[in-house]
């Protein structure tokens, strides 16, 4: 999720369980504490794939948040004592502030490595946008409250010390709503497909930008792969667009291993194009059709055959016009309402 998201939930966190204590420094306590696993930003990890792939690695394994958790309430008991709260309600102040920022992280489509140094696919629940105003909007209110009226009393007079367990019950409860709309969306998806005689060989769903009501499924079909839009409020069953991936050009990476490295990453939602002379991966299960940030150039074609570059390179990207949102908008309460999802996806057979 997006920085502020994570500052505002660990802020909520640490000042609903020892604001009562900290007062407003609890807040920012835990807005540093809860954006802190994102700082792996700053590591180059040598090529865009790799730091594409080793974000969310160690920094937001449950294992090192969970002994760091531990180190930081010895530090604390050792060396700022506060008598009014125990070592065991602090560390699972700091244990929820700091394992709910990658457990947040696994509820997008990203892919979060919540077990490192183990290796199972990385885990992407992709029910939630990287940024949803919904989910954050709540916690932003309960943080501004507490900042502006205190946390420390919390007698029935100061309504503001509760703020933020209401914000966590609110952003909770809408998460839930959100794995119900990615249930119902593969549902009507997978009746479509049966119904089509269309045999999956995966299915990858996610919601479309800033929302949780309209959502993109992708299905993977040998060389092509299948695209629909479904929202809550369809009444006809989703039309699924047939789109290329290109997939016969996987052939030509077979030994680099930074190809498979991706491949285990996305679990293999990939799609392959041929610019010019250049082999261009994407990830499809980012961004919107058409429009997706990680996209990279593997091999350049010389004297007829593919070499892969020492260095992938990550393409710039476009993140698609205002009139893409509003058709967007207008298809979540009209399944009318026409999104050429096709014509989208020919955008990456262009260099941006």
Not at 79 to 87: I, L, T
Not at 300 to 315: S, T
């Amino acid at each position: 999720m997006d920085s502020i998201t994570q500052a505002v939930l660990g802020a909520s966190i640490q000042g609903a369980l020892l604001g009562r204590w900290q007062g407003r420094k609890a807040l920012l306590y835990g807005a540093m504490l809860g954006t802190l696993p994102d700082l792996d930003v700053l590591i180059d990890y040598g090529d865009a794939v790799a730091d594409m792939t080793y974000h969310r690695g160690f920094s937001h394994s449950l294992f090192v948040l969970s002994g760091f958790a531990l180190l930081l309430t010895w530090l604390t008991r050792r060396f700022r004592h506060n008598p009014g709260y125990s070592a065991q309600r602090l560390f699972l102040t700091l244990w929820l502030v700091l394992i709910t920022h990658p457990l947040l992280d696994a509820f997008t489509s990203y892919g979060t490595q919540l077990l490192w140094p183990l290796t199972p696919i990385p885990t992407a629940w992709s029910s939630i946008f990287i940024i949803d105003p919904l989910y954050t909007v709540p916690l932003c209110i309960a943080v501004a409250l507490g900042l502006l009226y205190g946390l420390r009393d919390t007698g029935l007079h100061n309504k503001a010390a509760k703020a933020p367990a209401l914000a966590l019950l609110v952003s909770s409860l809408y998460l839930g709503f959100t794995l119900g709309g990615k249930y119902m969306a593969e549902q009507r998806v997978e009746t479509a497909l049966a119904v089509q005689g269309i045999e999956a060989q995966q299915l990858f769903s996610t919601p479309t930008p800033f929302n949780s009501l309209l959502w993109r499924v992708i299905v993977l079909d040998g060389e092509d792969y299948h695209e629909a839009l479904v929202s809550w409020f369809d009444s006809q069953p989703p039309q699924l667009a047939r789109i290329p991936r290109g997939a016969q050009l996987a052939a030509a990476l077979a030994d680099s291993p930074a190809h498979a490295r991706l491949a285990w990453f996305t679990n293999g939602v990939l799609r392959y194009d041929q610019l010019g002379e250049q082999l261009v991966v994407t990830d499809l299960r980012l961004g919107m059709t058409g429009y997706h940030p990680f996209r990279f150039i593997f091999a350049e074609r010389r004297d007829g055959r593919w070499q892969p570059r020492p260095r992938v390179e990550r393409l710039p990207f476009s993140r698609g016009e205002p009139q893409h949102l509003l058709v967007l908008w207008q298809r979540i309460w009209d399944e009318r309402e026409p999104v050429q999802l096709l014509s989208w996806a020919q955008a990456l057979t262009h260099k941006p």
